[in-house]
């Protein structure tokens, strides 16, 4: 907790996830087509435009205080589909990582259960997404 | 080319879950006189793809691998994992493209000679989309009574940058299939994320993305959907169980040993497909 206070006082959100992503959440057109076509979004607290739009705003708890980037699987569905080329699976990563770089997990192996049954590819690739 | 045949990068997950398709891949590529043949030493690609822009730490392992390729006189690597393609894929056009990205990895690098960037990845379809005419030759007998759902997930089609086929309507898989003879439906759902790594975490949201895709291929008739990504096979076999469907999930490479007559094992299907192979006529 002291840990995500810390980093919503600390941070330039803006400047970090443009540098991290190499993309501008400025350039968002509030169109609504990636929120449209993920597969994803009715488990998200947050749009994925709404993410951009509090991120140009400035509006830090409401992009770190949720659940949209963890939810987000980096299935490149929006990016491929963003009329203004926005890359938004790298800007969903750029948030992630933020948190991740303070220190912040989202997964702990030892709450994993099953991971026997579970095939390589996936333990790898979740705890590269959700761990620092 | 140094080795006679095409080498081939595996991953982890062939090695133990994915087998099956490793297997069933080795036996097609052999008949089709394609051979493939494993790289002598290599290290995990990483899963997924580190996509910020400073982490550069992620991509030495992709890199390592693809210089260890480089190193056997090699200049292409073929993998069949769907997730596999898709990280070596964008790290390898990551160093194509960003030359001061190639410098700090070659420096990262440090004892290892350095990368000069010449290696190309390919994918399974990519060989098998040359070879049309061996599949149709080497079918024993066309598999016409089956009707099968096509399905893609994500890491062959995103980003454009990687993609082997169009990103919004593909082809490639269909048309592989229907040299088998199968039936095939139209599957809406074949470009949509089978839900991943949530598979770990978050198995309720993978529930919900299965639902919703094998439901999708079970209403317009399809007997079984088939792949070429462990991880989306896990996940569409695997989380059957929370819903009422049964439908196997095979591997493209499972299927056509299947329709060439080659012997496979099927070892890591939690939907066993015996009984609908045997009532198709497809296997004794
Ligand atoms: S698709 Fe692109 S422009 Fe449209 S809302 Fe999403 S990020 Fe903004
Ligand atoms: S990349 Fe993330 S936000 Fe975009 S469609 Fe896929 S899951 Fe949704």
Known sequence: MMKIKKLMRDIELLEKVEELSEQSPNACIQCGTCSAGCPFVDEMDVLPER??????????????????MWICAACYTCSVRCPRDIDIARIMEGVRQIILRADIDNV??????????LPQLAVVGCFRKETG | MMVEGHYYYPGCTMKEKGSDYEKSAMKVMEQLGEPLVEMEDWYCCGAVQSLSEDDIMHQIAPIRTLLMAQEAGED?????????????????ERMKEK???????????????????????????HILKEKKGEIEENVE?????LVVAPYYGCMLLRPDHVAIDNTEDPEIMES???LLGVELIENEKRTECCGSYHTVNRSDIVEKRVEDIVGYAAREGADMIVLSCPLCHFNLDYHQRA??????????????ALAFGLDIEMEHHSIDPTSLLEEKGIKE
């Open chain 2, 243 to 256: 819903t009422e469907f049964e439908i196997p999930v095979l591997y493209i490479t499972e299927l056509m």
């Open chain 1, 108 to 117: 702990d192996v030892d709450e994993v259960d099953n991971i026997e049954e």
């Open chain 1, 51 to 68: 993410i951009f739009k509090y991120i140009v705003l400035d509006e830090v708890e409401k992009v770190l205080e949720n659940n949209t």
């Open chain 2, 76 to 92: 292409e690597v073929v993998t069949l994992c769907d997730m596999c393609y898709n990280v070596l894929k964008q790290a390898s």
């Open chain 2, 176 to 178: 592989f299939l229907k």
């Open chain 2, 141 to 145: 007998e066309p598999l016409e009574d």
């Open chain 2, 99 to 125: 030359e001061d990205d190639l410098e700090t990895m070659n420096e990262f690098l440090d004892e290892d000679p350095d990368y000069e960037g010449g290696v190309e990845i390919y994918h399974l379809f």
